[in-house]
């Protein structure tokens, strides 16, 4: 008896849309990004490209050959665009992968290896906001520098997906209050309780699961 057998080469998926998929479409699942070559039915058996080079619709991003690209799942032109990061860090976006040729602020698409392994992290900044986790600014992926902590503003992350990263830099001399996205736990605390990240400190949450993110370091004070 053989010990293993072989499915697929890796680069498609199986998928089973609740609504029709049209060829070429973007879909999102599980945190990374996949393609329709072909056209699947509503609740018909299909198969997505999650390796690759493609070309993504792009907003005025000007990329370079290597940066990161995200996709943006409502983003325009078309309902779903490719950009720089900034949907990630408004929670809205994922990563798709690199691009392998320079595009222009007016070409409609750029070329992406998707799901490629990244070998840059965005960065962003955001002012913490609120005094709650439903008024906190929302931050995504990668190095976040968050200003205007004074003890009770705050900055909630992204929905948990197994291996998400987010670094926080608290910018500011004072407290900054970290919530996770609803439902979501870090560090085994209650649902959706903050920790308190002490002034001008970094520290990176990593999610485990779906729900749970946990920091190193485990105490960031």
Known sequence: ????????????????????????????????????????????????AVEGRFKLCKDATVFAAGDNVFWDAVGDPVGGTADSGAASAAGAGVYAGICTAAAATGDAYVEVEINEVATRKPTST??????????????????????????TKGCILPAAVAGKEVMV?????????????????????????????????????????????YTSPLLPS
């Open 1 to 48: 008896m053989a010990q293993a057998y072989t499915m697929d080469d890796g680069g498609t998926v199986p998928y089973t849309p609740g609504s029709a998929v049209s060829a070429g479409a973007v879909v999102v699942f599980g945190g990374r990004i996949g393609i329709a070559t072909q056209a699947i039915a509503a609740s018909e058996g299909g198969t997505l």
């Open 126 to 151: 955001a002012a913490a906001t609120g005094s709650a986790q439903g008024d906190a600014v929302q931050i995504g992926e990668g190095l976040v520098l968050v200003t205007a902590g004074d003890g």
């Open 169 to 213: 830099k608290n910018g500011a001399a004072a407290i900054l209050k970290v919530y996770p996205a609803s439902s979501d736990v870090i560090n085994g605390l209650s649902a959706n309780a903050a920790i308190s990240l002490a002034a001008n400190v970094c520290c990176t949450f990593t999610a485990y699961d779906s729900t749970t993110w």
